[in-house]
């Protein structure tokens, strides 16, 4: 059974950082393309970065020089290093699993408010 299982979320206030987690089990993890994904009320869920078997890296622009997304193989999890937030940035985030078909996670809050 495929888990991915976020965590990391929360509110912050603007300027500030988080580092969201997934780890995965139930796959082979280090086979897999990752990504985060995030959804805004009343908006589709869209690409936030996204990282290959291979550790190469791709960023929405809207999040270019602010997110970096990683991965540890050796623990079986993806990680989404976010700073300088924004309000804009406030959505629930998603974890995803990708090769053949794509697996995801529960989803975790971020809120950026003051």
């Known amino acids: 059974q495929v888990q991915l299982v976020e965590s990391g979320g929360g509110l912050v206030q603007p300027g500030g950082s988080l580092r969201l987690s997934c780890v995965a089990s139930?796959?082979?993890?280090?086979?897999?393309?990752m990504g985060w994904y995030r959804q805004a009320p009343g908006k589709q869920r869209e690409l936030v970065a996204s990282i290959t078997s291979g550790g190469s890296t791709n960023y929405a622009d809207s999040v270019k020089g602010r997110f970096t997304i990683s991965r540890d193989n050796a623990k079986n999890t993806v990680y989404l290093q976010m700073n300088s937030l924004k309000p804009e940035d406030t959505a629930v985030y998603y974890c995803g699993a990708f090769i053949s078909r794509a697996y995801w996670g529960q989803g975790t809050q971020v809120t950026v408010s003051s």
């Open positions: 139930g796959i082979i993890f280090g086979a897999y393309a």
